[in-house]
């Protein structure tokens, strides 16, 4: 009669309450003219100033070693300082795949030259990193990318195409997964391996795709015979499949993967109480949305304990992640039930602009990071399904 | 791991154990006529755990709310046909009021009573479970000063009302009363807020939805991994993986929001902590009945499966106890009252204050 997954609470001690307020506060100084389609964007927002700004109060790399600029502050303080950043919708685009991916992956397998000279600049805000994993021809299946790195003198040439690459126009590098070994068709996971890609290089060129919102920080990055060293590979050659699963696998019960539209709930909130709408619909479906977000936040910390505690509970952060989406993509059609606002984008009122802007954007919540088919094969799988 | 934690898990194992060995479709019929098995009642008091929670001067364990979540959700787990989570609940408003335990199985009244001048109680609760084979019965009356006094009333000094029909067929009866003398009064704890004993209710109908829900993922994933059609399981199916999946979200986030709320009612917080849990194990629970139903065929709407029981018991305990619209509507209502940059502050303080060991 026990269940078949594990969440034991995690409970926030009260000793990270002044850090929450220190955040909290910097936030109420510097959200003030973030527009609403800004913060909607919140961590795939670009903005290099704010980034340079977090990492001078020692928040990105926070958990990281001091000696390669890190701040050697624990898992908890972290989450509570990624928590109040979302809430807010704060701009983390420009540091935030290299504080949550590739810093901790050059952490853990980088050489001891990639981690004096990336961590530091990771840290300051100064480096900006993009992921460089889908294909034209593999999303889901990333087992079958075709996109190659073949050896030449001190180092390799990339050749291929990455797709849905988010902010690859404005990044400084990217930890591309390359095919190393045999071809795709025979060794499918095997024979991959991740590369750190200045994307400065020559014969790498990007290209913009427009997504629903009109804008295009999406990319399609081109790779013709791109020249990387040798000592721009990541880890261990052929094993890339293998460390980008890791990385994936951390990433799946974050805040960020139900917050992305919390920021719209409060200024719902403010537009029912204006509008004297505050009927019994709007209390009840207020109250709806507030109990699953308390709830998502309890299952999401009780992950961060066991990850802190060594466990990898996959299964779990598969589950969290795949409510977590569709919590998030609820939240702007609850929103248009309450308001039944025109469907009109109005410059300088930021519900207007937040709510137009997530409507546009929540397709992608159930795709990025694995898609819900995907991890709803994980999760059965971890059933015993089989 | 203190050892309240030990006495803890051993009542769970013992529970476990117990109805397990006990529980079947005979046992759960026989109560939906009304009737209490004494057999197991009576193992079930010789184990203490209707006691669990009341002081040890009352021959309990004094375990808090957190610690006895694994009882009441197993008690859910195995939708036993037994009052144990009523009288556990009973007791420990009992003894946490200072009245004396009685023996037997106890009943609670969720509506607020009326109590004159002379003690004497009067006022309804449409649909008390258990009342008729009570012996006894708690509830919270108000006097004319306007102070809550918790209530323990003989059952036989009640009118014997007839048995409601409910969705779980489990016994319920109305209860009346009309200037009824109580066995025992004392004035209720602070912890009894302007809403009585509904947030205790409420958080243990979320305890045991979770361990139905539990229970009803386990028989899903035993039955898609058995069940031939077109030659193969059909958890072989990704359409069936994918609703198994889902089903394993709602009853994964029920089983966190009933401890959690069993937390914040050690935190002191019950009030906020019932309004969470039960308005979302109540939806879930709506939302896995369909799935499990689905993936069962029809195998799960006879009485000859388990699931039969399991789904007509969450569709009574969602509804107990303040259903998940009732309780959402009260949270909005709240959250509705202040501007919206309160709501964030709501959430990060919405963890109970206090650990548990």
Redesign the interface.
Known sequence: ?N???S?S?L??PDALEPL?QEVRSFLADASSQWSGWKIGHSWTGFDRDFSLEVGRRGWIGMTWPAAFGGHERTGLERYVMV?EML?AGAPLGAHWFGDRQSGPLILRLGTEKQRQHFLPLIARGEASFCIGLSEPDSGSDLASLRSRATRVDGGWRLSGRKVWTTNAHLCDFMIGLFRTGGPAEAEKHKGLSQFLIDMRSSGLEVRPILDLTGEGHFNEVTFDGVFVPDDMLVGTEGEGWAQASAELAFERSQPDRYMSS?PL??????A??DNAQ?D?L???????A??????????S??ILGQLEDGHSPAK?AA?VK??GNTYEQNIPELVRELLDSAPRIVPDNKLSELEGFLVQTVPTFSLRGGTR?I???I??KG???? | MSSEMNISEMLAEQVNRLLGATVNRDLRVKAENGMLDSSLWAEIENLGLTRAMCSESDGGADLRWAECEPVMRLSGAHAAPVPIGETLLASWILSSAGIKVPAGVIALATTRFAMDGQGKISGRDPGVSWLNQSGHVVLIATDSQGHDHVCLLQTSSLPAPAGLATIDRQPCATLECDGISTVQKAPAPASTGELGVLPYVATLRSIQMAGALSQILSLTIEYANTRVQFGRPIGKFQAIQHLVASLAGKAAAAQVAGLYAARQIDAGNAEDGAAIAKSLVSRYATEACAITHQVFGAIGVTDEHSLHFYTRRLWQWRAEAGSDHWWSGRLGKQVLSQPGSHLWEFVTKAQPATTLH
């Open positions: 009669m269940p078949p997954f969440f609470p409970q926030l929450r928590e809430a919390f709930i409060p200024l719902a909130i403010d029912i109480r505050a019994r709007a209390e009840r479906c207020i109250g709806g507030l109990s699953e977000l308390v709830i998502l936040r309890e299952m910390l009780s779990e589950l795949d409510l088919e991890l709803r094969g999760i059965a059933l015993g399904l089989r």
